[in-house]
């Protein structure tokens, strides 16, 4: 590992520990409070970190892990995807968004990448930078068209849109999940959004967001 990579990690993992010591002298949040994620994927799934192991819905896989057999072999790609992983399960995200850029300017390729991209994704929705995170699932939906992750991404990123006003191409990505992937962890929760939006009126979009650099 070279030198700019070994000053990464350690401030990665200066990040955590402070998290870690600013949480000890915090008072607990409470299951329906601010950290929990507002709106439509609100009732499919906490927050990463924060599951409850009796709920069965913490099993649908809206945080999913990288399987281990994916992971990089290289031990400095490893670290870094790890480091990224951890800033990430403490809630900050914007730490964690820098990270995931980082391994993929570092380490483009593979799955570990497609990975990564997905979570700079739901990190931009986690801390509730819902134009970015539209730009980086549109980014996300077009490089890895035929990613496992799609169906996901499709209901993340739908999220997002609805949010902004952009109804029909909510619309459109939510109908992807039901014709296409019918059986899959994603179906109820797209059905559920789909329904909330037949329902409501309209709203007027706001500007176009920016691609990420990225």
């Known amino acids: 590992m070279d030198k700019k990579e070994v000053i990464v990690v350690f401030v990665l993992a200066l990040l955590v ?12 949040v409470p299951a329906s409070g601010s950290q929990t994620r507002p709106g439509p994927l609100r009732g499919i799934a906490p927050l990463p970190g924060n599951r409850d192991p009796g709920d069965r819905r913490s099993v649908i896989p809206l945080w999913p892990t990288l399987a281990r057999n994916l992971w990089p072999e290289d031990p400095a ?3 870094l995807l790890h480091a990224a992983e951890t800033i990430a399960s403490e809630g900050l995200f914007d ?11 570092r380490f483009p ?4 990448a497609e990975f990564a991209l997905l979570r700079v994704s739901q990190c931009y929705t986690l801390a509730r930078r819902y134009r970015d995170a539209m730009a980086s699932y549109e980014l996300f939906l077009t490089r ?12 993340w990123c739908a999220d997002a849109e609805v949010r902004l006003g952009y109804r029909e191409p909510a619309r459109k ?3 992807e999940i ?5 059986m899959s962890d994603f179906a109820e929760g797209a059905k559920t959004l789909l329904d909330a939006l037949n329902s409501s ?14």
Do not use: D, V
Request: charged share 20%.
């Open 144 to 155: 890895h068209a035929g990613s496992g992750y799609r169906p996901l991404a499709l209901l």
């Open 77 to 79: 790609a490893a670290q």
């Open 95 to 105: 730490a964690a968004i820098a990270a995931y850029r980082r391994f993929i300017e």
């Open 201 to 214: 009126p309209p709203a007027s979009p706001k500007r176009e967001p920016e691609a990420p650099t990225s």
């Open 17 to 28: 520990l402070l998290a870690a010591t600013a949480r000890l002298f915090s008072t607990p």
């Open 173 to 175: 990505r939510l109908e």
């Open 178 to 182: 039901l014709s296409r992937h019918p």
């Open 109 to 112: 390729r593979g799955h570990a």
